[in-house]
């Protein structure tokens, strides 16, 4: 199993960037998938997560509602997040990550411990 994070980089406060990340297909569809992100010093903090199944489940993060935007095309294999207002506390290493849907659905989306299968993650950086 593979998950390869892409689309970071640096951008101004009030700007947009947006992450993808490519997963290889063992990845079954039936599968929750996140997106994390984690500063130095800090613990790992769940920002979006996603599962479709006969609808479109989602979950955000309260600091990102409103901002950020995640989707999944099952059928390329890609997980994406749309960034947009960005602010300075945004500024971390993003993770895309892959777990049961079951423990999504329990409330545990944002508890990095219930996703089995991580990327190596992709740098933003938001200046002021």
């Known amino acids: 199993v593979q998950l390869v994070e892409s689309g970071g980089g640096s951008v101004e406060a009030g700007g947009s960037l947006e992450l993808s990340c490519t997963f290889s297909g063992s990845i079954p569809s039936s599968y929750c998938m996140a997106w994390f992100r984690q500063d130095p010093g800090k613990e790992r903090e769940g920002v979006a997560a996603i599962f479709i199944g006969r609808r479109t489940n989602t979950w955000y993060a309260d600091s990102v509602k409103g901002r950020f935007t995640i989707s999944r095309d099952n059928a390329e294999n890609t997980l994406d997040l749309q960034m947009s207002d960005l602010k300075p506390e945004d500024s971390a290493m993003y993770y895309c990550?892959?777990?049961?849907?079951?423990?999504?659905?329990?409330?545990?989306?944002?508890?990095?411990?219930?996703?089995?299968?991580w990327g190596q993650g992709t740098q933003v950086t938001v200046s002021s």
């Open positions: 990550a892959a777990g049961r849907a079951s423990d999504c659905y329990s409330g545990s989306w944002w508890q990095p411990r219930i996703y089995p299968y």
